[in-house]
């Protein structure tokens, strides 16, 4: 015979809302973050932007952590029978989670098209190197062709 699931308590509202509180505190900071490494990958400052996005990744880190404990928490718990303050509050902040969401995915694409075009950028100049390496090998000495000099008077 199985037991059943224990009545709601204010506890497991309580504790939903803190770990809903500390999940919008992740979510803020991961949006302080992209709109910092967004402001690197414009200025096309990429040498700062390996410990933002380290940063960024910690941050998941911490949202995931918090999401297997809510998970928990609500499995553990039945649905409370009737709307409370507390499933206001609930709602509020998942409002809020929602609308820094939609910042951070705008960020994210804009960040994209940024980089892209960076990358080309740097495809371009590689190109050009390149073939600037081809015409400077002609003339090596020890290269393949003997060292050619060039005179006007010829």
């Not at 040498?47 to 880190?61: F, H, N, P, S």
């Not at 649905?79 to 409370?84: A, F, M, Q």
Request: hydrophobic share 35%; glycine share 8%.
């Amino acid at each position: 015979m199985t037991r059943s699931p224990s009545p709601p308590t204010r506890e497991s509202a309580d504790s939903i809302r803190n770990l809903l509180e500390q999940k919008l505190t992740a979510y803020r900071r991961f949006l302080s973050i992209t709109e910092t490494l967004g402001q690197k990958i414009s200025a096309q400052a990429m040498e700062e932007t390996g410990k933002l996005i380290a940063w960024r990744q910690d941050c998941i880190g911490w949202i995931e952590t918090l999401d297997s404990r809510m998970k928990a928490l609500e499995q553990s718990a039945p649905p409370l029978p009737r709307r409370t303050e507390a499933d206001a509050a609930v709602e509020g902040l998942t409002a809020e989670i929602c609308e820094i969401l939609q910042k951070i995915l705008r960020l994210d694409e804009s960040m994209i098209g940024a980089l892209a075009g960076y990358r080309g950028g740097m495809q371009t100049q590689l190109s050009a190197m390149t073939a600037r390496k081809h015409d400077f090998q002609g003339y090596r000495p020890g290269g393949g062709q003997n060292a050619r000099m060039l005179s006007v008077q010829t």
